[in-house]
């Protein structure tokens, strides 16, 4: 069974970091390529990043990039979010997905999210 | 950017066939999918690659996506499908695009 387990949210001040960690099991991690995905309080889904499969490739939505770092140890089958100068927008829930097998693809399972709220 | 656009909301009545469409300019050159969350929960995957199924996936769901508009159907309606429904697409000049969001609301 396919299991995402975020963790690593909480409040944060305007301008802060926190770095969020999800851990993979249930499949081969190293195989598939992985995102994050927020959701703000009350609103839609927003796409924040994604890597590939070996981790040699990384990408940004516009709103994130020069602040977020995503990341991957495929040996500790684990996914990273590293969020710098953190805004008070950023506030959401933070949601892990796995990808399909043929990237860039559908999101196919989901952790259960993570909070972090940016409030001073 | 690319954008998807959905109504933000749809009503049926239970055993009904409610349809949610998701519109994109030249969608139906690309690949849409669906998820469906409910009320404090993940999202969940119910069609991808426009029509296709996950395993586990209830039967009256299906999907289409032809010229800019995807469309999500759900047939025989049931009271366990109220929530919202989001449509996803790919796009090279925003990567992955998620469209608005539908509150699917069974009367």
């Known amino acids: 069974e396919v299991q995402l387990l975020e963790s690593g949210g909480g409040q944060v001040q305007p301008g802060g970091s926190q770095r969020l960690s999800c851990a993979a099991s249930g499949f081969t991690f190293s195989s598939y390529a992985m995102s994050w995905v927020r959701q703000a309080p009350g609103k839609g889904l927003e796409w924040v990043s994604a890597i590939s499969s070996s981790g040699d490739n990384t990408y940004y939505a516009d709103s994130v990039k020069g602040r977020f770092t995503i990341s991957r140890d495929n040996f500790k089958k684990t996914l990273y979010l590293q969020m710098n100068s953190l805004r008070v927008e950023d506030t959401a829930v933070y949601y892990c997905a796995k990808e399909g097998p043929q990237p860039p693809d559908y999101f196919d399972y989901w952790g259960q999210g993570t909070l972090v709220t940016v409030s001073s | 950017s690319y954008e998807l656009t959905q109504p933000p909301s749809v009503s049926v009545s239970p055993g009904q066939t409610a349809s949610i469409t998701c519109s994109g300019d030249?969608?139906?050159?690309?690949?849409a999918c669906w998820y469906q969350q409910r009320p404090g929960q993940s999202p969940v995957l119910v069609i991808y690659q426009n029509s296709k199924r996950p395993s586990g996936i209830p039967e009256r769901f299906s999907g289409s996506n032809s010229g800019n508009t995807a469309t999500l159907t759900v047939s025989g309606t049931q009271a366990m499908d109220e929530a919202d429904y989001y449509c996803q697409a790919w796009d090279s000049s925003t990567d992955w695009v998620f469209g608005g969001g539908t509150k699917l609301t069974v009367l």
């Open positions: 030249k969608l139906g050159d690309k690949y």
